[in-house]
């Protein structure tokens, strides 16, 4: 069910080994995120998957405090998962220095898919419990 007025293209495919997500969108914002985010957890869990890519095809992103909001969502609801997350519009990762890097959260950015299928697909998944910053000071 889409709550953003904003149309956008969600690709879920399952793949050797991993589930392999893809938003194509020409504007982004938190309900996208969301409503995105929501139907690939829920895939993983209906496959039980233990890696998932998610690959994201859109120019503009959100802001930095929506965008830590997300993706902690994201790695909470998905603890014992591995992701690799990929986006050719960014240069540097975008989780990293924001309070997730270093924790149990078994993540890791890419700006190609060959390179992200590779790291997920050759390191095990990590056998710990997800960890990530208390942010409500944020939600509010």
Same mark, same amino acid.
């Given at each position: 069910? +889409? @709550?953003?007025?904003?149309? *956008?293209?969600? @690709?879920? $495919? $399952?793949?050797?080994? *991993?589930? *392999?997500?893809?938003?194509?969108? @020409? $504007?982004?914002?938190? =309900? ?8 690939? %957890? ?7 998957? +233990?890696? /998932?890519? %998610? $690959? ?14 997300? /993706?902690?969502?994201? %790695?909470? /609801?998905?603890? &014992? %998962?591995?992701?690799?997350?990929? =986006? +050719? ?7 990293? &220095?924001? &309070? ?6 078994? *993540?890791?950015?890419?700006?190609? @898919? +060959? ?5 997920? /697909? ?19």
């Amino acid at each position: 069910m +889409k @709550t953003s007025s904003i149309p *956008y293209d969600l @690709t879920l $495919e $399952e793949r050797q080994g *991993y589930l *392999y997500a893809c938003i194509k969108v @020409t $504007e982004l914002d938190r =309900n996208i995120a969301l409503d995105c985010l929501a139907e690939i %957890v829920a895939r993983c869990a209906d496959i039980r998957c +233990k890696r /998932m890519l %998610v $690959e994201r095809d859109a120019p503009a992103g959100l802001d930095d405090t929506d965008f830590l909001i997300s /993706m902690t969502d994201l %790695v909470r /609801m998905s603890a &014992g %998962v591995k992701i690799a997350f990929v =986006n +050719k519009h960014v240069n540097r990762d975008p989780l990293s &220095g924001n &309070g997730m890097n270093g924790h149990a959260a078994d *993540y890791k950015h890419f700006r190609a @898919t +060959k390179p992200a299928e590779t790291w997920l /697909m050759r390191t095990p998944v990590a056998d710990k419990r997800t960890f990530v910053p208390d942010l409500s000071a944020l939600r509010a």
